[in-house]
């Protein structure tokens, strides 16, 4: 591990997500990284990744908060995978520091569109420093093909793009961060800017505007936190307007464990349509002129995987992604920029705005709401 061209990252928040990323960042070893230090106030969160650290050799610097870490200098790239609610004030106080660190930011970028666009606006300033936001969707396999197979014209003009996540419910978190509106964002917020990521990419567009009905009807009711039940919705329907007339649908539920895949997305255009299912892996596309006996399915893989870990080793391309744009030294930008993450959570924003108030919200109307 010697030499001094080793990127040397610093992680902060190492619960699940965290030591993902310390073991991602392991098993890309042969890249000539390192993780070196943790920043985390929760001592079990801090003694797992020590211990986990440890079994493949390196010893991490532990400190209590960002700001230590960060003083210590002892990092080049900080990895963000704190709770959603402490995403604003760590990005801030990264930008802020004298040291230029590097970022990947856990998804959501922030909570609030506010938050999101006071760290665009900051890190505007910053150009000695990269951001990523971890809206690692794009990176599983049978989704970077069928976005291959979208961005090569085979499907004509995109027109409408649905995704269906089913799933297991929202998993129990340190302090239970994750059951409440405040903390994560809102559940359109939290897990599902990877989707509306997704779908801007699939239509090549912006969104206009958003219409969504959904509402906490399974899960989590019997749960009380401080006298709090959570208010985390566990099912919707999300439709959004792209400006160049392409729909996307979200067909969300986390009530779900009794499905054969956890995401089914179909993009639609006006030649063809394809399909990705995960986990299954699977990728189908077909014409309109063909018909059903033309659709062609395939297996989607790739073989610079080295570690599927938590998300069929999307985290793993994501990492070695933002180390080659860290390696380019500013002549490539990271794959997902804070646009991206500021599009995909005011998406978030405007549907649990639209359940709330029962009727479209516009997307204009959730950016200029603080401005
Ligand atoms: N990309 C994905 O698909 C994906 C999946 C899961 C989680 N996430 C994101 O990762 C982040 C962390 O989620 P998680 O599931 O690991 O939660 P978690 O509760 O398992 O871990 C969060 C950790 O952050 C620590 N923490 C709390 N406040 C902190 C602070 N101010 N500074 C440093 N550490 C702090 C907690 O003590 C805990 O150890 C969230 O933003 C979440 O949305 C992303």
Redesign the pocket.
Known sequence: MAGSNIVKYGI???????REHLMNLYHLRTENVAAVCI????VP?QKLAVELAQSFGWPLTVFS??QELLDSGLCDVVVV????M??YQ?LMDIIHHPKPHHVLV???LCTTVADCREVVNAARKRSDMLVQV?L??RYMPPVAKLIAIVKDGSLGRVKMVSIREHRFPF?V???N??RFNAN?GGTLV?KCC?FFDLMRLFAGADPVRVMASGAMDVNHKDEIYDGKVPDIIDNAYVIIEFDNGSRGMLDLCMFAEGSKNEQEISVVGDIGKGEAFVPENIVRYGTRLVGRDGVQTLKAEDERIKYDG??HGS?YLEHLNFLYAIRAKGEKAPAVDLQDGLISVAIGVAAQLSIEKGRFVTIEEVMDEFH
Do not use: C, F, Q, R
């Open positions: 902060v928040g190492v619960g699940m997500m965290g920043a985390d106030p929760h969160s908060g960002h995978s704190s709770p959603n402490t995403h760590i856990e998804k959501p971890g690692e969707y998993l978190k340190v302090n961060w994750n994560t939290e990877h938590l998300h985290s």
